[in-house]
């Protein structure tokens, strides 16, 4: 009879009538799970970094547990080596001695009292490890191709062996602190996963060789935490469905396959299917990536294995998943980012409140900055990571310190610090001139490979605002006199910016049209066009012309293009200007517009003619507008988002969110 850990019944909720797959127990190894929900392991660089758990990385934990309604929860996974070799983050969670026994078993009390199912994860990065030290260790000594990472040397065959014997440890330690499950991560370049590519080992010792060879030291762990697990605590493992690496000669499919059916015979209770490694070439999780998209690894995996399938990966509502799970394709639905952006996501899909979803956007901003050494944060959630500070939740005013909030622009900044100060109490008014709620996301959202996503926030804050009490006047512009009629107690200029005038002669000339306009389907292009402003407004609406067959090229005063876009996305954007034949021009000025077209100007005084019939400008500035007429009338001023300084959809939330606990 498999154990049950926590009674859950979801047959009153209107979640389980609309996703009954997601619902329904599932048995892995001798374990039952009461639904299909997974929040799978997310290093947040949140602990100590000495790998001691920290407050946190607890409450950080203990809000996902209350979201996966009893299902399972996992920690990030815990680095083993006294050495720090197979540490990948400044504030991972470690488990190489017993004395991360407390720390770790304060995040298997914190999920347990939220009657989820406690995972734990064990992850040696390998060639993305040695983050605090000069080098770290791999089956072979194959030269890193990102430069981000250390230089990684060979294993003797004893250091692997003690490799090992340190994941059957830390799995004691683990089970010890009163997890439930253990998972080994095998994913996206770490340790296993560098023993089982064809890319990264070249041994021909018993380690390498074949698929086979290459995927002993795998067998030896599973065998080995099962053995210190029993039977009565399931064993997972996160493992390569495709590793995306022909071009470096990794792993095939099918030799992916192969060591799912080692995994299996070793073992393993369930597998995690991920694809893709940080070395690929290939996209696999960022918004150009159509959502459910890689299901049909799941798929193949359960045709080649008898043990649960869990994946994650772009399935960011609830639909795919469970039409999956209902036609066997799948059996546990995976969340990583969906529940970095919205921690109570799945909870909010069992009570039937999904419109009341933060949804992730995929910009991958979590995880540029796990690689450079500071604490996760979500783009669009500004209460991540600050679980555990009681000053980012919004707090009730008392009546007397009741205001009365104007608040200038439907975007994402005015609608977000609309509902966090109407949530405090405060009477809030939001204003915009257009009839419509999201200000340039409207917009931006026009942008190909995935920005339609953007729309997300605006549809989540107008149900917080409605939820709220927010009062809305739309269509409806704010006037000097409008603010002196209604003398509110504090105005929130969230009035999006404004766009720069082209320098030199020809700024007024008929054929300059606005990114909003070009985007909004106002403006009238032709069929060469120059884009002024090389961040991502400039590189959103040059895709968009580009996709319509208009040559495009893009004329920016920074260095690079997308400098305001992050890292870990803005490389796919580069790829796409080059795909759609868009000549980006950087650290250069439109110096004229003429008859012909433009002359550039380059930082170091050289000039050229670029032929165009339309010039787009993105270029913005801060918006100085009613400011001066807030302040003569001695009312509190509060300026956030775009007008305040230009800047991305992220900075517009996180402002409005931080203005609107201040009010
Ligand atoms: C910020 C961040 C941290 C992650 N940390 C881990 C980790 O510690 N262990 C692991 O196996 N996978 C880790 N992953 C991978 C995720 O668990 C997940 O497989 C991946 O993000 C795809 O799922 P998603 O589309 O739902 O985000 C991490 C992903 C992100 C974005
Ligand atoms: S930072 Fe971006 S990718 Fe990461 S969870 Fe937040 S919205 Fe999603």
Redesign the pocket.
């Known amino acids: 009879m498999a154990k049950l850990l926590f009674e859950w019944d979801y047959s009153s909720y209107p979640g389980a009538k609309a996703y009954p797959h997601l619902f329904k127990p599932i048995q892995i190894g001798n374990l039952t799970v009461p639904n299909r929900i997974k929040y799978a392991a997310t290093e947040d660089n949140l602990n100590d970094h000495n790998g001691f758990i920290t407050d946190a990385d607890v409450e950080y934990m203990r809000l996902r547990a209350e979201g996966v309604v009893g299902g399972l929860c996992f920690m990030q996974g815990v680095y083993m080596d006294p050495a720090r070799k197979g540490q990948g983050y400044v504030g991972q969670a470690a488990a190489w001695d017993d004395k991360y026994i407390p720390g770790l078993k304060k995040i298997a009390d914190a999920i347990h009292g939220e009657k989820a199912i406690a995972g734990y994860q064990l992850m040696d990065c390998g060639r993305v490890g040695a983050v605090e030290v000069e080098s770290g260790h791999a089956p072979s000594t194959v030269p890193q191709r990102l430069r981000v990472f250390k230089p990684m040397f060979e294993m003797t065959n004893a250091e692997i062996k003690e490799m090992v014997q340190q994941h059957v440890d830390a799995a004691k330690r683990g089970i010890e602190a009163g997890f439930d499950v253990i998972e080994i991560s095998g994913i996206v370049g770490y340790l296993i996963s560098n023993f089982l590519s064809s890319y990264t080992n070249r041994r021909t010792d018993e380690y390498g060789g074949d698929i086979r060879g290459r995927s002993q030291s795998m067998i030896e762990i599973i065998q080995g935490v099962k053995e210190v697990c029993g039977p009565d605590i399931p064993v997972g493992i996160r493992l390569c469905s495709d590793e995306l690496l022909s071009d470096v000669r990794g792993n095939t499919p099918e030799e992916s396959m192969q060591t799912y059916q080692f995994a299996e015979e070793a073992g393993a209770d369930y597998i995690s299917c991920t694809l893709g490694w940080q070395e690929s070439i290939f996209p696999v999780i960022s918004r150009d990536i159509p959502q459910g998209n890689w299901l049909f690894l799941a798929k193949r995996a359960k045709e080649h294995v008898n043990i649960p399938i869990q994946m994650a990966y772009r399935l960011f509502t609830p639909d795919k998943p469970n039409k999956a799970i209902g036609d066997g394709e799948l059996d546990i639905w995976e969340m990583c980012?969906?529940m970095?952006?919205d921690p109570l996501m799945p909870k909010k899909v069992l009570e039937g409140r999904e419109d009341e979803v933060r949804h992730?956007?995929?910009?991958?901003?979590?995880?540029a900055r796990l690689f450079r050494d500071a604490p996760m944060?979500?783009?669009?959630?500004p209460r991540?990571a600050h679980e555990h500070d009681e000053t980012f939740y919004p707090k009730s005013v008392e009546e007397d310190d009741r205001k009365e909030v104007m608040i200038v622009g439907a975007g994402p900044a005015g609608l977000e610090c609309a509902y966090v100060s109407a949530q405090r109490g405060h009477e809030v008014h939001v204003y915009d001139k257009r009839d419509e709620l999201g200000g340039t996301i409207l917009e931006a959202s026009q942008a190909p490979y995935g920005d339609e996503e953007l729309m997300t926030c605006t549809n989540y804050q107008k149900v917080m605002c409605e939820q709220a009490g927010v009062h809305f006047h739309l269509g409806t512009e704010v006037t000097e006199e409008l603010i002196q009629d209604e003398l509110p107690d504090t105005v929130v200029l969230a009035t999006g910016p404004v766009y720069a005038k082209v320098p030199g002669p020809g700024g007024d000339r008929d054929n300059v049209v606005n990114v909003l306009d070009v985007l909004g389907g106002k403006a009238e292009v032709g069929e060469k066009v120059v884009v002024w402003g090389n961040r991502k407004p400039g590189i959103g609406v040059a895709l968009f012309l580009a996709k319509q067959g208009k040559k495009v090229t893009l004329v920016g005063k920074d260095k690079s293009a997308g400098f305001d876009v992050n890292p870990s996305f803005k490389w796919r954007y580069m790829i796409y200007l080059r795909q759609n034949g868009i000549m980006a021009y950087n650290d250069c000025n439109i110096e004229e517009i003429n008859d012909d077209g433009i002359t550039v100007k380059t930082y170091d005084g050289y000039h050229f003619p670029v032929a165009c019939d339309t010039i787009v400008v993105s270029e913005r500035e801060a918006n100085e507008s009613l400011k001066k007429a807030v302040q003569g009338e001695g009312i509190e001023l509060f300026v956030i988002g775009d007008a305040l300084v230009p800047r991305n959809l992220s900075s517009a939330v996180h402002d409005g969110y931080r203005i609107g606990l201040r009010i």
């Open positions: 980012r969906s970095i952006a992730c956007v995929a910009c991958n901003l979590c995880l944060t979500c783009y669009i959630n991540c």
